[in-house]
């Protein structure tokens, strides 16, 4: 039997928890600086992060509110009472020896989210809630020992627990991603895969096709990025077949991923929730919230990727290219403000087209949102390609240098003029150039041919007319002359 045939066997079942870091300025309960990114080891800390006798947690508003905020993204409800809990597991970056977190009345409760896949359709998977918690710090392991850095302990987060309604690698790298878009939209997270402000945690089970129960499941912890989602989840599913297959048995436990060799690894076997021995923080009240107050924090909610998609349905554009111009927030902001101005037009296509498909990095984005690069200079571009003044080569061309340090603030015109990628549209002076070269004796065959139905070779006299024109002539409207001189 061959490994796919194998893996036709089974079905595989995912659920995904995620952790956002909130983007507070301060701690969940201390007033440490929230932000630790490329600071050195152990700088925002305070006492209570240190775990001290005597330190008592101060619960950050601002942190409910985001919390809020995630819950009206995720079409979720708000509990009007939450409670926090302490989780009792050995935590060497954690000093007080437990985690603070919701167990049993958690703020967020239930929700949905459509992730559209590259195909077009939409996996729509429901979430069971979404809890606050601390988070925990970072250990750096060498061959004999390890080190303990506290700055990311206290941080605020929340945890997205999804239904397992997902049943392939690729609707797990869809779901990841378009969570990242709601919870950064939103505002709720820095969304910062590098430094860990989302990581995700994918529970992966397989059963025999028809079977009416799961399969053990498998936890892969702390995945960064929606490709590592995707692979290691393939990886999983396939290593738990083989298994079965050999008549072993797949064993509930957490593991990690290796990115280097691209496959998982045995952490420790999984602990069931009563092996944590929850209990109610004592020290912190309960968070009791009225409907006025829910309404008022998600008010002012900005506008979500699924308002974008339907503001953009009309452009008929390939998902693939909206998904694309919303992986960064402030050139869907951008984009939408040229689809408001000119509607479903080729002016508004072409630019999209152009942040699909043309490298556009995080500096380029922050020149979006700065707005040195917006609806006017790069409307003026589509519309000088709509008006043949431009190659759409020479277009392109501009789109990047837009971005350009040396070329910023100017519009593109003045950009096409200094390179020389201006566009002769006028009739005559291309007609003049045409008459050339249909005279000279090196297109004489080429003439012929075109004149026995050989298209083939008007190519090759649009060449020379550009050529002769030093790429300036509008090349549809020489091979249109040509045509007309010749048949």
Request: with cysteine; net charge negative; charged share 25%.
């Amino acid at each position: 039997m061959t490994t796919d045939e194998m893996l036709e066997k089974y079905d595989m079942t995912i659920g995904i928890e995620c952790h956002v870091q909130l983007a507070t300025t301060t701690k969940l309960f201390s007033g440490a600086d929230n932000d630790a990114r490329n600071r050195e080891p152990n700088t925002v800390v305070n006492p209570i992060d240190f775990g001290l006798p005597g330190m008592l947690p101060v619960l950050n508003r601002e942190a409910i509110n985001l919390a809020i905020k995630a819950g009206k993204t995720l079409g979720s409800e708000i509990a009007h009472v939450s409670r926090f809990d302490r989780k009792h597991y050995f935590y060497p970056d954690l000093p007080k020896g437990y985690q603070t977190t919701q167990m049993y009345q958690p703020i967020i409760i239930g929700g949905l989210v459509e992730a559209p896949l590259e195909d077009g359709s939409i996996v729509k998977v429901h979430l069971h809630h979404a809890h606050l918690e601390e988070d925990a710090g970072k250990l750096t392991h060498d061959s004999t020992y390890s080190l303990v850095d506290l700055n990311r302990a206290g941080t605020p987060l929340i945890e997205i627990v999804s239904e397992p309604d997902m049943h392939s690698a690729a609707e797990a790298k869809a779901y990841a991603t378009e969570l990242y878009r709601l919870m950064t939209y939103a505002g709720v997270t820095r969304g910062d895969l590098y430094h860990g402000n989302m990581r995700f945690d994918v529970n992966i089970s397989i059963a025999p096709k028809g079977a009416t129960e799961l399969g053990k499941r498998a936890e892969v912890k702390n995945l960064n990025s929606f490709r590592s989602v995707e692979r290691a989840a393939d990886f999983e599913f396939r290593r738990q077949v083989e298994l079965l297959e050999k008549g072993e048995r797949v064993v509930q436990e957490t593991r990690g991923w290796d990115e280097t060799l691209q496959k998982t690894n045995s952490q420790r076997s999984k602990e069931d929730a009563q092996d944590y021995r929850y209990m109610p923080d004592a020290d912190i009240p309960p968070v009791v919230l009225t409907d006025e107050e829910i309404a008022s924090v998600q008010a002012d909610l900005p506008i979500l990727p699924s308002a974008y998609r339907e503001n953009w349905k009309a452009l008929n554009l390939d998902s693939s290219v909206v998904n694309a111009v919303l992986n960064y927030q402030p050139v869907a902001v951008m984009l939408d403000a040229i689809v408001e101005r000119y509607g479903a037009t080729d002016i508004a296509r072409r630019v999209f087209h152009w942040f699909a498909s043309l490298q556009v990095n995080d500096q380029d984005v922050a020149a979006v949102e700065s707005g040195l690069v917006g609806p006017q200079r790069l409307s003026e571009l589509s519309m000088m390609l709509e008006d043949n003044k431009l190659s759409s080569t020479g277009a392109k061309e501009i789109f990047l240098d837009l971005f350009k340090e040396e070329y910023l603030g100017k519009m593109p015109a003045e950009i096409a003029e200094s390179k020389n990628l201006l566009q002769v549209s006028d009739e005559s002076a291309i007609g003049a150039i045409v008459d050339e070269v249909l005279a000279d004796p090196a297109s004489a065959k080429a003439v012929e041919d075109l004149k026995n139905g050989n298209d083939k070779v008007i190519g090759f006299l649009v060449g020379q007319v550009m050529k002769k024109s030093q790429g300036k002539a509008n090349p549809a409207l020489a091979q249109d002359l040509i045509r007309k001189k010749v048949l």
